[in-house]
DNA sequence: GGTAGACTATGACGATCGTTATAGCCAGCG
DNA sequence: CGCTGGCTATAACGATCGTCATAGTCTACC
């Protein structure tokens, strides 16, 4: 839900009745309330790309990178374009002036994860280290720009341009 | 605000107040409500980026590249990590089901023609057609998706990060 | 000077938000 | 059987939301 409308428009009402459990039980189980839920979804997404990414990236950073490319293209399209990630939709909630809510570190963290994922992967096989770690950031951020383009468009066109250039780009970097 | 915020946590009375303007008169100049003030919002924030990018393009694809990462740079860092990218902000809030508003609507055509105008540019220096147009949305996916990282991460790393690849993209792209 | 019309001030409307308190149910153990 | 303690149901709290209606102010022209 997160990714569909946004930390703030998700209401923990909503969310109670969605996932059938009564509202009363949220605070229960959570506590800390909607800040724990966010930090909670933020982690669990996080690993759960970070998963399918150390797997996939046994076969190699392209195979890695179409993996990583297939999972957010298939929560778009299978949304309708309704959905997107919801670590990029914590990350632009404004925070307050003073301190720094667990759940947008929980987003930096996420973040950091994939890009150290895939950077490995590249050093692996051969790329330069400092190559290697501005293509990981450069892939992820690609891909969380391009799914909003997408959603804003609801086209693929934009991730699917932006899968092509990246794809080259890492083919490049391994063999170079 | 929107770029701070998002456009659900942004509210009019906040707005009016930020612009010492009264509330009722919000009404008054924009009879269709918030969502008249978001779609205008995007279109001003992508005229006055457009303005920017069409300017720094008559040097070359890379100085308009290198001030489209400079103006987001600044908003980054000026705004302490709390502000981004309305248009972006825009594009991942989750609209109804049945109809597109015209906020979203705007924001793809915002897109859009930041691409259109880098794309055109890459040409104009003798980049291939197809890989122009990748390269243009690489371009704004990388730089949107950077700015969200950015802010998690209260870093201008990833967006430094991403700059550099971008640039070496460019360079190559309009002398192959 | 008076009057029309653009703008503002004010307050209210129903709705929904995050969060909390409290009363009730209902398993499991003695 | 009785009772304890985890869970749920329900209602309420104050706050804030988008939007609207209305009464008031003020400017500018006749």
Redesign the interface.
């Known amino acids: 839900m997160i990714s569909?409308?946004?930390l703030?428009?998700t209401s923990i009402r909503e969310m109670a009745k969605h996932a059938k459990a009564p509202l009363g039980s949220t605070y229960h189980y959570f506590p800390e309330g909607k800040q724990q839920l966010a930090t909670e979804a933020v982690r669990h997404t996080g690993e759960w790309v970070a998963r399918s990414l150390r797997r996939e990236l046994e076969a190699g950073p392209v195979a890695g990178l179409r993996a990583f490319l297939t999972l957010w293209r298939k929560i778009v399209v299978d949304s309708d374009f309704?959905a997107?990630c919801p670590?990029?939709?914590?990350?632009?909630?404004?925070?307050p002036?003073d301190e720094?809510p667990p759940a947008?570190a929980a987003?930096?963290e996420v973040?950091?994860q994939w890009e150290t994922l895939l950077a490995a992967s590249l050093r692996d096989h051969g790329a330069d280290p400092r190559?290697a770690?501005?293509?990981a950031?450069?892939v992820?951020?690609?891909?969380?720009?391009?799914l909003?383009?997408c959603?804003?468009?609801?086209t693929t066109?934009?991730l699917d341009?932006?899968a092509?250039?990246?794809q080259a780009?890492i083919a490049d970097a391994i063999e170079g």
């Open positions: 569909r409308r946004g703030s428009a309704h997107g670590v990029l939709a914590v990350s632009i909630e404004e925070p002036a720094i947008l987003a930096a973040f950091a190559r770690d501005q293509l950031t450069l992820v951020a690609a891909v969380e720009g391009a909003a383009m959603r804003a468009k609801r066109e934009p341009r932006a092509q250039q990246l780009l």
